[in-house]
């Protein structure tokens, strides 16, 4: 899986970046994006940390498995987060928004890479590549290359889809305390029948994002 990133090496870049988002189709909650940086410095050759656990799309592997890879990937990657809530997301649309939490998740984890090796984000921009899941219109001065499913092709958007899973869960799991009729811990705010049933009972919270069917029609 680490095909993308070999070849954003060839062609000059020593700063990979992988990018991802998890929120997009719930009717509750935020949208959250991670960009991981697997190494820690700039790449003089192409090598990157060896990982004991799967790092693969979030999406095909167990709870239980992205809470363990995404603690490895905590210790050795570098990493930054975009997270837009659900008044974002009605005001501005889903994709803008999952586009301003990429963006966000990007510049936070170029900053900080910036600071632990002291070096100045002018000097390094050309240096730098972001390897981004789907066809997203980052506003972004880096080179880009959007890649298809990448979530099951690169090892650093994999990383980035594990970090954006896990976060986004964690926000909905604490959600469930505060909005205990819902159910968020057991479905982090998709559709199922027991999050129906629970909307027409109750009707939205304060998370239920109002420009979504069949949330919209709910509304009181």
């Known amino acids: 899986m680490l095909r993308w990133e070999k070849k954003a090496f060839l062609n000059g870049a020593s700063i990979i970046i992988g990018l991802d988002e998890a929120g997009r189709g719930p009717l509750a909650g935020p949208v959250v994006a991670a960009a ?54 009605d005001e501005k649309n889903i994709l803008k928004a999952a586009n301003k939490a990429m963006e966000d998740a990007a510049n936070r984890a170029i900053r900080h890479y910036c600071r632990l090796n002291k070096k100045d984000i002018k000097k390094i921009k050309n240096k730098i590549c972001l390897l981004v899941d789907g066809n997203m ?18 090892f650093s958007i994999a990383a980035a889809s594990i970090v954006a899973k896990v976060t986004r869960d964690s926000i909905m ?18 559709g199922t029948r027991f999050h129906l049933d629970a909307l027409k009972r109750h009707g939205p919270c304060q998370i239920h994002r109002k420009t979504f069917a069949p949330v919209k029609f709910l509304q009181r």
């Open 36 to 89: 991981v940086v697997l190494k820690d410095k700039p790449l003089k050759k192409f090598s990157f940390p060896r990982y004991r656990e799967r790092i693969d799309d979030s999406k095909k592997l167990l709870p239980s498995q992205r809470k363990r890879a995404y603690q490895e990937i905590y210790k050795k990657s570098i990493f930054g987060l975009g997270i837009k809530d659900n008044k974002f997301i």
């Open 137 to 154: 219109n980052l506003k972004l001065p880096y080179k880009k290359v959007c890649i298809t499913k990448g979530d099951s092709k690169s």
């Open 173 to 190: 799991d604490w959600f469930d305390k505060v909005y205990p009729r819902y159910g968020f811990s057991r479905h982090k705010g998709y």
